[in-house]
């Protein structure tokens, strides 16, 4: 094999994620005619990937060195499931460490636009669609919520499998995110660490919750329900 080539275990060594199961195609790419055209725009791409890699340090030094005076309520936020280092600083950046501003978690999610509407009331369902806000945090809390829904056993997981199976999956998103940000608002309100309550928690709140709502239905049509002694 030339010395410009190289062999399938060094590619094989270098793919990641998906492209794991495609070292076979990978070898077949790379034997591929390259010319110095090739060369001279992949060296130009190269070095505009090292640039903006070295910008992007650069940027994420300044930023925590700005975060040093606030690092007990960055790590007070980091608790809660699914917010990272970078994600906790993004969100004090966006809605300050003083949640005194905010009378209620409620006007913190309004002011921030991610804060659904009632999807139902008296079974008439209503639009689920939320406010305009601040972009950057709801598309924070949404890349956030995403991350929260796949740590196992956490009630951000529940509540996303919950909704994600009546709703979709963007709905779902929402209403974690819409969580998350309520958990934030409380967590820097009593400077408390989160606690979770955990799936099984959400799961049973919802099993009873759908219980009270068949006992409605029946009374209402005139059933009597009795209930079980404990």
């Not at 793919?15 to 060296?43: C, I, P, Q």
């Not at 809660?80 to 501003?101: C, H, L, R």
Request: charge should be positive.
């Amino acid at each position: 094999m030339s010395k410009d080539k190289l062999s399938r275990e060094e590619i094989a060594d270098m793919a990641r994620g998906k492209l794991k199961s495609k070292v076979d195609k990978l070898v077949e790419a790379m034997n591929g005619r390259v010319t110095e055209h090739h060369r001279f725009l992949l060296k130009l791409h190269l070095g505009n990937i090292a640039f903006l890699a070295e910008q992007v340090q650069e940027i994420d030094e300044q930023i925590q060195k700005l975060m040093i005076p606030f690092q007990k309520e960055k790590s007070l936020v980091q608790t809660i499931p699914g917010i990272s280092k970078t994600s906790a600083a993004a969100i004090i950046a966006e809605i300050g460490v003083d949640m005194s501003q905010f009378p209620t978690e409620a006007h913190l999610a309004s002011w921030a636009g991610i804060c659904p509407g009632n999807n139902e009331s008296a079974g008439v369902k209503k639009s689920g669609r939320i406010r305009k806000g601040n972009s950057y945090l709801k598309a924070i809390l949404i890349e956030v919520a995403w991350a929260a829904s796949r740590t196992k056993g956490s009630s951000f997981s529940a509540i996303y499998n919950n909704i994600a199976k009546r709703r979709g999956k963007k709905r779902a998103l929402v209403a974690v995110g819409h969580q998350i940000l309520i958990a934030v608002y409380r967590t820097l309100k009593t400077g408390e660490p989160f606690a979770d309550q955990g799936a099984e928690a959400v799961y049973q709140r919802n099993l009873e919750a759908r219980q009270q709502s068949a006992i409605r239905l029946l009374e209402r049509s005139g059933y009597t329900v009795a209930k079980a002694n404990a």
